[in-house]
């Protein structure tokens, strides 16, 4: 098992940083990826970014792309978003999860294990 525990959402203001953080126990050798994913009230889940653990490689949606980097400590066994130019329909609860393959994908169900999420607010 791995547990995922998120932290660092909070409130700002359009055109403001957050950094997530998103620290990893448990089983963490058996996570080859991990990436995060958001969900708006009234959306479904979409994906963010993933990166591999070992070799660092990332993967964005267009959606980020250019204003979010996702990033990771292995020696702390964390996982990091950087938000930046932050605009209100960022405003979601964003979840980080890992997978045991290595093979970067926006596709949820292949991700084995979930956070609890922590809320991202946006004002204009």
């Known amino acids: 098992q791995v547990q995922l525990v998120e932290s660092g959402g909070g409130l700002v203001q359009a055109g403001g940083s957050l950094r997530l953080s998103c620290a990893a126990s448990?089983?963490?050798?058996?996570?080859?990826?991990m990436g995060w994913f958001r969900q708006a009230p009234g959306k479904e889940r979409e994906f963010v970014a993933a990166?591999?653990?070992?070799?660092?490689?990332?993967y964005y949606a267009d959606s980020v792309r250019g204003r979010f980097t996702i990033s990771r400590d292995n020696v702390k066994n964390t996982l990091y978003l950087q938000m930046n130019s932050l605009k209100p329909e960022d405003t979601a609860a964003y979840y980080c999860?890992?997978?045991?393959?290595?093979?970067?994908?926006?596709?949820?169900?292949?991700?084995?294990?979930w956070g609890q999420g922590t809320q991202v607010t946006v004002s204009s």
């Open positions: 999860a890992a997978k045991s393959s290595s093979f970067l994908t926006p596709v949820q169900a292949t991700y084995n294990y």
């Open positions: 990166i591999t653990w070992i070799a660092g490689r990332t």
């Open positions: 448990g089983r963490t050798f058996s996570s080859a990826a």
